[in-house]
Protein backbone atom coordinates (compact mmCIF):
# COMPACT_ATOMS: atom_id res chain seq x y z
CA UNK A 1 0.00 0.00 0.00
CA UNK A 2 1.19 3.74 -1.16
CA UNK A 3 1.14 6.02 1.54
CA UNK A 4 -0.59 9.09 0.88
CA UNK A 5 2.58 11.40 0.94
CA UNK A 6 4.54 9.02 -1.21
CA UNK A 7 4.77 10.31 -4.98
CA UNK A 8 4.07 7.34 -7.43
CA UNK A 9 5.43 6.55 -10.71
CA UNK A 10 4.24 4.82 -13.57
CA UNK A 11 7.45 2.77 -15.52
CA UNK A 12 7.30 0.23 -18.32
CA UNK A 13 9.38 -2.70 -17.41
CA UNK A 14 11.80 -4.50 -20.18
CA UNK A 15 14.44 -6.65 -20.18
CA UNK A 16 18.15 -6.84 -21.48
CA UNK A 17 19.55 -10.36 -20.02
CA UNK A 18 18.07 -11.18 -17.20
CA UNK A 19 17.60 -7.94 -15.59
CA UNK A 20 14.42 -5.89 -15.01
CA UNK A 21 14.75 -2.66 -16.45
CA UNK A 22 12.01 0.41 -15.87
CA UNK A 23 12.10 3.94 -17.16
CA UNK A 24 9.50 6.05 -16.76
CA UNK A 25 6.34 6.21 -18.68
CA UNK A 26 5.84 10.04 -19.07
CA UNK A 27 8.97 10.08 -21.07
CA UNK A 28 7.79 7.29 -23.62
CA UNK A 29 5.55 8.11 -26.47
CA UNK A 30 5.57 4.62 -27.98
CA UNK A 31 6.66 0.43 -27.95
CA UNK A 32 6.80 -0.81 -31.51
CA UNK A 33 8.39 -3.94 -33.00
CA UNK A 34 11.78 -3.32 -34.82
CA UNK A 35 11.32 -2.67 -38.47
CA UNK A 36 13.85 -1.93 -41.02
CA UNK A 37 16.72 -0.08 -39.61
CA UNK A 38 19.33 1.84 -42.06
CA UNK A 39 22.25 1.95 -40.75
CA UNK A 40 25.55 5.06 -40.17
CA UNK A 41 28.43 5.43 -40.96
CA UNK A 42 30.47 6.15 -38.44
CA UNK A 43 27.84 6.31 -36.08
CA UNK A 44 28.75 5.29 -32.48
CA UNK A 45 28.69 1.22 -31.82
CA UNK A 46 25.44 1.42 -29.77
CA UNK A 47 23.88 3.06 -32.50
CA UNK A 48 21.62 0.72 -34.68
CA UNK A 49 20.85 3.02 -37.39
CA UNK A 50 17.57 4.92 -38.10
CA UNK A 51 14.35 4.68 -38.89
CA UNK A 52 11.29 5.89 -40.57
CA UNK A 53 8.28 6.51 -38.17
CA UNK A 54 5.47 7.89 -39.67
CA UNK A 55 7.54 10.62 -41.47
CA UNK A 56 9.87 10.91 -38.65
CA UNK A 57 13.38 10.01 -38.57
CA UNK A 58 13.94 8.04 -35.36
CA UNK A 59 18.12 6.96 -34.41
CA UNK A 60 17.67 3.41 -32.59
CA UNK A 61 20.02 2.83 -30.34
CA UNK A 62 20.87 -0.92 -29.09
CA UNK A 63 20.86 -0.69 -24.89
CA UNK A 64 23.00 -3.65 -24.28
CA UNK A 65 25.48 -2.37 -26.46
CA UNK A 66 25.32 1.23 -24.57
CA UNK A 67 25.19 -0.89 -20.93
CA UNK A 68 28.53 -2.72 -22.14
CA UNK A 69 26.67 -5.76 -22.60
CA UNK A 70 27.53 -8.67 -25.30
CA UNK A 71 24.83 -7.89 -28.62
CA UNK A 72 21.75 -10.32 -29.11
CA UNK A 73 20.48 -11.28 -32.17
CA UNK A 74 16.37 -9.63 -32.63
CA UNK A 75 13.78 -12.20 -32.43
CA UNK A 76 10.28 -11.50 -32.02
CA UNK A 77 10.37 -10.58 -28.55
CA UNK A 78 12.61 -7.40 -29.75
CA UNK A 79 10.82 -4.40 -28.85
CA UNK A 80 11.79 -0.32 -29.43
CA UNK A 81 10.80 1.70 -27.19
CA UNK A 82 10.64 5.22 -28.25
CA UNK A 83 11.11 8.08 -26.39
CA UNK A 84 11.62 11.94 -27.29
CA UNK A 85 14.94 13.89 -25.82
CA UNK A 86 15.87 17.40 -26.63
CA UNK A 87 13.73 17.51 -29.36
CA UNK A 88 15.05 14.31 -30.99
CA UNK A 89 12.83 10.75 -31.42
CA UNK A 90 15.22 8.31 -29.72
CA UNK A 91 14.28 4.57 -29.77
CA UNK A 92 16.05 1.85 -27.36
CA UNK A 93 16.52 -1.71 -28.97
CA UNK A 94 15.82 -4.08 -25.49
CA UNK A 95 15.22 -7.69 -25.23
CA UNK A 96 11.74 -7.81 -24.19
CA UNK A 97 9.10 -5.38 -22.52
CA UNK A 98 7.12 -6.76 -19.97
CA UNK A 99 4.50 -4.38 -18.28
CA UNK A 100 3.87 -1.10 -16.72
CA UNK A 101 4.13 -1.35 -12.79
CA UNK A 102 3.35 1.82 -10.00
CA UNK A 103 6.13 2.51 -7.71
CA UNK A 104 5.94 4.56 -4.92
CA UNK A 105 8.67 7.11 -4.10
CA UNK A 106 9.04 5.04 -0.94
CA UNK A 107 9.78 1.99 -2.75
CA UNK A 108 12.86 3.75 -5.07
CA UNK A 109 15.81 3.74 -3.56
CA UNK A 110 19.41 5.10 -4.92
CA UNK A 111 22.34 2.73 -6.17
CA UNK A 112 24.29 1.02 -3.88
CA UNK A 113 28.05 2.36 -3.67
CA UNK A 114 29.79 -0.87 -4.82
CA UNK A 115 27.37 -1.69 -7.76
CA UNK A 116 28.75 2.19 -9.09
CA UNK A 117 31.49 0.45 -10.93
CA UNK A 118 29.65 -1.58 -13.25
CA UNK A 119 30.14 -0.24 -16.77
CA UNK A 120 26.09 0.90 -17.22
CA UNK A 121 25.76 2.19 -13.77
CA UNK A 122 26.54 5.72 -15.07
CA UNK A 123 23.22 5.10 -16.55
CA UNK A 124 21.44 4.37 -13.99
CA UNK A 125 19.12 6.43 -11.23
CA UNK A 126 18.31 3.97 -8.70
CA UNK A 127 16.67 0.43 -7.99
CA UNK A 128 13.15 -0.27 -7.16
CA UNK A 129 11.25 -2.17 -5.00
CA UNK A 130 8.98 -4.56 -6.45
CA UNK A 131 6.92 -7.90 -4.62
CA UNK A 132 8.49 -9.79 -6.74
CA UNK A 133 12.01 -7.92 -6.83
CA UNK A 134 14.11 -5.10 -7.81
CA UNK A 135 14.01 -2.76 -10.87
CA UNK A 136 16.88 -0.82 -12.27
CA UNK A 137 15.43 2.51 -13.16
CA UNK A 138 17.25 3.92 -16.21
CA UNK A 139 18.24 7.86 -16.44
CA UNK A 140 17.56 8.81 -20.35
CA UNK A 141 19.59 11.88 -19.88
CA UNK A 142 22.59 10.00 -18.74
CA UNK A 143 21.38 6.88 -21.61
CA UNK A 144 20.90 9.61 -24.38
CA UNK A 145 23.86 11.39 -23.60
CA UNK A 146 26.21 11.83 -27.04
CA UNK A 147 23.34 10.36 -29.28
CA UNK A 148 21.34 12.89 -30.43
Do not use: C, W
Not at 1 to 28: C, H, R, S, W
Not at 99 to 128: C, H, M, Q, W
Request: glycine share 6%.
Amino acid sequence: MTPLNAQTVQVIVFNLGEEKYGVDILQVREIIKPTRITRIPNAPEFVEGVINLRGQIATIINLRKRFGMNAKEIDANTRIIVVEHNNAIIGMMVDTVNEVKYLSSDDIEPLPNITTTRSEAKFLKGVGKLPDGMLILIDLNKVMADTS
